[in-house]
């Protein structure tokens, strides 16, 4: 680790110059993008600080409890993230729930897991490794889930009549439903599949970036990137699988009916 | 024979119904009034309450799907959610009599579905409602997009089955139709069915 090179605080405002510099282009060509560049700059300058201050106080805490604490307010966000990325999410608490359980169950699953199994910090709940591990899988195993569940209920609400067809022609309501599930079950697939088929021919993964920027042996870099992109695929697939069956067995009733009325009415706008 | 007794959702009924072998019981009524809820109530499509018995055997003694095979129901908009017509055929060696009686050529089931004309959509959801050989059938407006011949062959097939003892329940806003296939008309009026008053015609 001796080649990592500190930053100071100059250096990351010397980097935010280019972006002050695609405003004012924006700005001189009335592009009208640079009031959002630089809000969204601001924003991200806050967020991450804060997170830093954050991460940095709970790793010197170093105890199990506000480490349970914090992974679980992350969940709270991203349930309430996976239900705003959906047109159409379940009506009522449901809407936050399925993205809850099924993030929590899979997400917590394959994080406990590779703490205990494979990256084994002393103790296995060290915050350390367990939040940023914990963060990245849920941050794709939510996109996974939304994209699915917003797929899964856009497609049942649009393919109502072919859904009540097959239905109607004395299929079960699992049958009948078979090509809309496909299509979610590749909607939220999709993302993680790109992702590992892209990595290291066209992009190198962040993770794998800062480790070797901090000094990494390269090669133990990519290893580290394999396990967590397994872990990430793994616990995206199962998240994906459990909400979009999950959602299913909500929607439709045991009298092989389609119940769209349990999906929350349609919003205005956007 | 088609019973229905005290079949009523939150927005119509309760319907008591018996629709006898080979009887056409054939229903008008304003739009809006529960006509398509009745007839989707009967398969259990939708949440209901009451019985609903065909030649004795309950419905709640089977699965939903399975009492949907014994009792067809053509909706008024068909849907389709393969490319090629063929796709949607359980038993395709059941098809090509039913084409010809329909006026649809052989070639057919090579067809694409966006390319369906609704005339062409809406024979061939009926050819696909019977090739499972349903033991009573139910149809939405069945000729509402229709010409006068290929109204003609559909009516023609719906005297078939019923000559064959099945009982057909018929929403329509086609007073001659009706006629022709002699089917008792009845009235449904803000979710209640009743007796047509010629009067009210």
């Known amino acids: 680790m001796s080649g990592y090179l500190a930053l100071s605080y100059l250096d990351v405002a010397l980097a935010a110059l280019f972006v002050l510099l695609t405003a004012a282009i924006s700005l001189a060509a009335r592009l009208g993008l640079e009031g959002r560049l630089i809000l969204v700059s601001l924003r991200m300058v806050i967020q ?15 105890s199990p409890w506000p480490t349970l604490l914090a992974a679980l307010f992350m969940l709270a966000m991203a349930s309430r993230e996976v239900r ?44 350390r490794y367990a939040l940023p ?11 996974g889930v939304s994209l699915a569940l917003d797929g899964l209920h856009g497609a049942l609400v649009r393919d109502r009549v072919a859904v009540e067809a097959r239905l109607l022609l004395g299929h079960t309501r699992f049958r009948a439903v078979q090509p809309v599930l496909a299509g979610a079950l590749r909607a939220g697939f999709t993302p993680i599949l790109n992702a590992m088929a892209a990595t290291g021919v066209i992009s190198l993964p962040g ?12 090669q133990e870099a990519v290893k580290y990137q394999l396990l967590i992109m397994f872990l990430i695929a793994g616990a995206t697939g199962l998240g994906v699988l459990a909400a979009v069956w999950g959602s299913l067995l909500f929607l439709t009733d045991r009298r092989d009916r389609l119940c769209l009325e349990r999906l929350a009415p349609a919003r205005e706008g956007i | 024979m088609l019973v229905i007794e005290g079949l009523r959702s939150d927005l119509f009924g309760p319907v008591d119904l018996t629709v006898a072998a080979g009887e056409c019981v054939a229903i008008e009524g304003p739009s809006g009034s529960g006509k398509t809820l009745f007839l989707r109530a009967v398969v259990d499509l939708d949440p209901n309450r009451g019985g609903v018995r065909l030649d004795g055997s309950r419905r709640e003694a089977m699965p939903a799907w399975r009492w949907r095979r014994l009792v067809g129901m053509v909706p008024a908009e068909s849907g389709w959610w393969a ?3 063929g796709a949607h055929f359980e038993r395709p060696e059941m098809l090509p009599p039913l084409l010809e ?14 390319r369906l004309s609704s005339g062409e959509r809406h024979r061939l959801a009926i050819a696909r409602a019977l090739c499972l050989e349903p033991r009573a059938l139910l149809l939405d407006e069945p000729t509402a997009s229709l010409d006068p011949a290929a109204t003609e062959r559909v009516e023609g097939l719906l005297r ?16 001659g139709q009706a006629r022709r296939l002699s089917a008792r008309r009845l009235v449904m009026r803000r979710g209640r069915l009743g007796e047509l008053r010629e009067a009210a015609e």
């Open chain 1, 207 to 218: 993770m794998m970036t800062g480790q070797i920027l901090a000094g990494v042996d390269p």
């Open chain 2, 101 to 114: 009686t329909l006026g649809l050529p052989p070639e057919s089931p090579e067809w694409e579905v966006a």
């Open chain 2, 160 to 175: 078939r089955f019923m000559a064959a003892g099945g009982p057909v329940l018929l929403v329509t806003h086609d007073i």
């Open chain 1, 48 to 62: 991450l600080l804060l997170v830093g201050l954050l991460l940095k106080f709970l790793f010197a805490l170093s």
């Open chain 2, 83 to 85: 490319d090629r017509v």
């Open chain 1, 84 to 127: 705003a990325r959906q047109q159409r999410p379940l009506a009522g608490i449901r809407g936050y729930g399925l993205g809850a359980t099924t993030m929590l169950t899979a997400g917590m699953l394959v994080t406990v897991v590779a703490l205990t199994v494979q990256i084994r910090p002393d103790p296995w709940w060290a915050p």
């Open chain 1, 133 to 143: 591990l914990f963060g990245m899988i849920l941050g794709n195993t939510m996109t």
